[in-house]
């Protein structure tokens, strides 16, 4: 069981900025990769940013230039820095994690996703 905790969402002006943190505890198995995805009202959830353990990212095209994801492994966090905000980034951010889970004795692993509760970020006009 993973446990992530988002903080630092909140309502900012268009063109405005924040930092969104993610704290991930409640297991030893490996957290390969830390990211962000985001769900605005009436749509389904997609992503923001990632970033794997060899600090490669991958950004949505709609963010590029815009938001930063950065990680500390040792620590399990992932962080979220975004600027120039739009009122189309109006929406409820989630922490993802996947994490490889051993599953026997051998060492053999299953791969997981885990989510935290979500933080609103709303961009007013």
């Known amino acids: 069981q993973v446990q992530l905790v988002e903080s630092g969402g909140g309502l900012v002006h268009s063109g405005g900025s924040l930092r969104l943190s993610c704290a991930a505890s409640?297991?030893?198995?490996?957290?390969?990769?830390m990211g962000w995805y985001r769900q605005p009202p009436g749509k389904e959830r997609e992503l923001v940013a990632t970033?794997?353990?060899?600090?490669?990212?991958n950004y949505a095209d709609s963010v590029k230039g815009r938001f930063t994801v950065s990680r500390d492994a040792a620590k399990n966090t992932v962080a979220l820095q975004m600027s120039s905000l739009k009122v189309e980034d109006t929406a409820v951010y989630y922490c993802?994690?996947?994490?490889?889970?051993?599953?026997?004795?051998?060492?053999?692993?299953?791969?997981?996703?885990?989510w935290g509760q979500g933080t609103q970020v709303t961009v007013s006009s």
């Open positions: 993802n994690a996947g994490v490889n889970i051993v599953v026997n004795v051998e060492g053999a692993e299953v791969y997981r996703e885990y």
């Open positions: 409640g297991t030893k198995n490996t957290i390969t990769s």
């Open positions: 970033i794997t353990n060899g600090g490669r990212t």
